[in-house]
């Protein structure tokens, strides 16, 4: 098992590096990633900016052996909040593209650290669906609203971590 995580690893941070777009691991879906891929992706991503991330990379590793959910393990949003955080200062996005079926929904955004740790920092993306912007990869509530009103389920989290990244969102 160590050494196929090991080697995944490898070819993983390989593909970053090189720039290869290797299909599915800059385009997928942001839902259909597990966690520590999704995880393991963000801090390669900073690695890439060559930013020192051996403490996050032992925190990562220290998580996978706890094995709880993320949003019950506090190490693990800490984690999501300092990948966040150093995105947002060394400008690591992605291409982030939220769709509905129904066109021209207002989308709306909150960073798993905003929804636990302040609750109210709330962003809106510039145009209705469907809409492209550029957000620090992170993990993020997204959810639609028409008249102020939610739409989607407000409570849908998605790992924003590729350099493009698409988001369907089912309204109600």
């Not at 509530?141 to 739409?151: F, S």
Request: hydrophobic share 35%; glycine share 6%; net charge positive.
């Amino acid at each position: 098992m160590f050494v196929r995580l090991c080697n995944w690893r490898c070819v993983l941070l390989g593909a970053i590096l090189l720039g290869m777009t290797c299909s599915g691991l800059h385009s997928q879906p942001a839902k259909k990633r597990s966690e520590s891929d999704s995880l393991e992706l963000a801090i390669a991503r900073l690695r890439e900016k060559g930013l020192p991330i051996t403490d996050l990379q032992e925190r990562l590793d220290g998580l996978s052996s706890r094995g709880l959910p993320c949003l019950e393990d506090p190490g693990c949003r800490d984690l999501w909040t300092e990948i966040g955080k150093e995105s947002g200062q060394h400008q690591i996005l992605s291409h982030l593209t939220v769709n509905t079926k129904k066109p021209k929904a207002t989308i709306r955004y909150q960073t798993l650290a905003d929804r636990f740790m302040h609750g109210s920092d709330i962003r809106t993306m510039k145009r209705p669906t469907k809409c492209t912007d550029r957000i620090a990869i992170g993990s993020y509530y997204i959810w639609a609203v028409r008249n102020d009103v939610p739409t989607s389920s407000v409570d849908n989290r998605f790992d924003i971590v590729g350099k493009t990244e698409n988001v369907e969102l089912a309204e109600q």
